[in-house]
Every structure is written in structure tokens, then in C-alpha cells.
């Protein structure tokens, strides 16, 4: 390599100072050694840098693009020194996370942002995944941290898990279907006439999950609860939603609570992340880990943001 970041430092104090004297004033370096620099990079590279021709050295076109292009590298070598130096102190270099789809988007991007409040330079990556998808981006080392896994996780260990809370889940209709109307409690046969709304497990390597839907139901399959939600509020289907997403959308008059005699079991939330030797948190990890196992934050977050769905 023969540009080196000395040689374009002195490019730069040259340009912005106006001269090799006051260039060498800010670099802390004599004149004569500021000039051995550039002619040492114009021998290396066989380029003219400065026109030298009257009293002023002038930047030449392959100087100023040169000066131009070498200011990235600068700042881009000044960015990797300071991330280092945050890597040093036991912050992350990325954090990725997968959260569950039930959770609002807004409740993940406030932690965001307070995250990014603390100025630490760690980057984040957060997905979203439903029912196992958060166990399988765990183990298919896909996360660092997952927030919302639910169920028992998979076999063969190797993480580390926090309860968050339980989710309850209730039977929501659309107001103008059929099932609106139907006598309480609702049994099995009642809904199994009735196309239900599925979401989409998300795991890639773990086997499938799926929840709240009766052997021989039709159904209707969508990628996030977000699109589960509209298709229950359209009458496309019926089925489970969280306590606090129906309870919602019911006093808005979009959807209808109905009772059955079979409920479906509150489901048992985890903040789950690889353990082990090899896997020591960093500070962001246990930043986030401490946030979200505070009491009632799961309660909080599932009602955080619902209007903005």
C-alpha cells in the first residue's frame, strides 16, 4: 500500500490550513517534515499532487481527487478506531435480535431508541419471527438475543433463558360473521365449520408450531399477526388474538370476543441467548436482557403501539 494515513492527513491540514507551515503547526510536525511526506507519496505513486509553479503549491486534478477520496478513508479509518476502542470495553461490535411477531413493532423500536441513547456504537439488527421461529433463530444462530420465545425450547441446551410473562389469548370474530352471533360458549364443532386465520411458523431448521387450530379446520394462512389481524377484522376467518390486541380492536368495534369451551392456554414468554464459554454477554447484550426481564415490561409492550398496527 502505498498511500498511507499519515500522508493523507497531511493532504488534508494542507487543504483546510491553507499551507505546509500551518498544516505542520496542527499535525504537531516541522514544515520539513510535512513536505517529505507529500513528495514521498508523489514519488511513490509517480503523480503529480501539487502544482508548484508561483508562490502557492496548488492541488492538481489528480491531487484534489486524491484529497477527495482519501477524506473517506479518514473518516471511515477514524469510525473503525473508535469502534474498537467501544469493542474494548466490552460492547458489542452487532447485536442481533429476533423478537416475536405478537410483540408491537413500537414497543421494539422505543427500546431502540433508548438503546441508542447510550451511544455505545454497537449496531443493531432486529427481525421478527413467529412461534418457534424465535428458538430456531437462536440455535441456527441467527440472533444473539431472542425476546418473546415461547414454549419449551429446543432440545440440547446451550442457552440461557429469562421469563418474561405469559400471553393470554382469546377467540375474536368479525362483527358481521356468522360466529358474532352464536350462542356462548362456543364448542369445537361451532368454529371447526368456520375457515380460520393462521400465521405462518417462521423456523427454517426447527419443526413447525402451530397453535389454537382444530384437526380437519380450514385455514388461512398469512406471514405476521399483523395481516392475521386485518383478516379477522375483513371476516375472512376466525381465531385466537391476544388478550390485550382483541380486547382493543373489540372496543373500537372491529372485532368480537366470543367465549368457547375449550381456551386456549396462556402461553409462557422467554428472553432466551446462547450460553457458554464462547458466548460471555457483551454490554449490549445484557443492556437489553435487564430491559426487558424489568417487571411488567411484556404486560406493557403488548399494549405499546397497538394503534399504530
Not at 400465521?199 to 426447527?206: C, E, I, P, T, W
Not at 373489540?250 to 367465549?259: E, F, P
Amino acid at each position: 500500500m502505498k498511500i498511507s494515513i499519515e500522508a493523507l492527513l497531511a493532504l488534508d491540514a494542507i487543504d483546510r490550513k491553507g499551507s505546509f507551515a500551518a498544516a505542520a503547526h496542527e499535525l504537531h510536525r516541522v514544515p520539513s517534515a510535512v513536505t517529505y511526506v507529500v513528495q514521498k507519496l508523489e514519488e511513490d505513486l509517480d503523480v503529480l499532487i501539487y502544482d508548484r509553479r508561483g508562490h502557492r503549491a496548488k492541488l492538481t486534478a489528480a491531487g484534489r481527487e486524491l484529497l477527495n477520496e482519501g477524506r473517506h478513508i479518514l473518516r471511515a479509518a477514524g469510525e473503525l478506531e473508535a469502534h474498537v476502542k467501544r469493542v474494548a470495553t466490552g460492547w458489542e461490535a452487532e447485536l442481533r435480535i429476533a423478537y416475536d411477531d405478537v410483540i408491537p413493532v413500537r414497543a421494539m423500536l422505543d427500546l431502540a431508541w433508548d438503546f441508542h441513547a447510550q451511544q455505545c456504537g454497537t449496531r443493531l439488527r432486529m427481525n421478527a419471527e413467529v412461534f418457534g421461529g424465535c428458538w430456531d433463530a437462536l440455535v441456527s444462530n441467527r440472533a444473539d438475543l431472542v425476546i418473546g420465545a415461547s414454549g419449551d425450547g429446543p432440545a440440547g441446551g446451550g442457552y440461557a433463558t429469562r421469563p418474561l410473562g405469559e400471553v393470554e389469548f382469546v377467540f375474536a370474530v368479525a362483527p358481521d360473521h356468522p360466529l358474532a352471533q352464536a350462542t356462548e360458549p362456543l364448542a369445537p364443532d361451532d368454529m371447526l365449520r368456520h375457515r380460520a386465520v393462521a400465521v405462518a411458523d417462521s423456523s427454517r431448521n426447527l419443526p413447525p408450531r402451530t397453535a389454537g387450530l382444530l384437526t380437519g379446520q380450514e385455514t388461512f394462512t398469512v406471514h405476521s399477526m399483523a395481516a392475521k389481524l386485518a383478516a379477522q377484522q375483513m371476516g375472512l376467518g376466525v381465531g385466537h388474538l391476544p388478550r390485550a390486541l382483541a380486547e382493543h380492536e373489540a372496543t373500537a368495534g372491529r372485532l368480537v370476543i366470543k367465549q368457547t369451551t375449550q381456551s386456549r392456554p396462556a402461553a409462557a414468554w422467554f428472553a432466551a441467548w446462547r450460553s457458554g464459554r464462547a458466548h460471555r454477554p457483551g454490554k449490549a447484550l445484557k443492556w437489553w436482557i435487564e430491559r426487558v426481564e424489568t417487571k411488567g415490561w411484556l404486560d406493557r409492550a403488548l399494549v405499546q403501539g397497538i394503534d399504530h398496527t
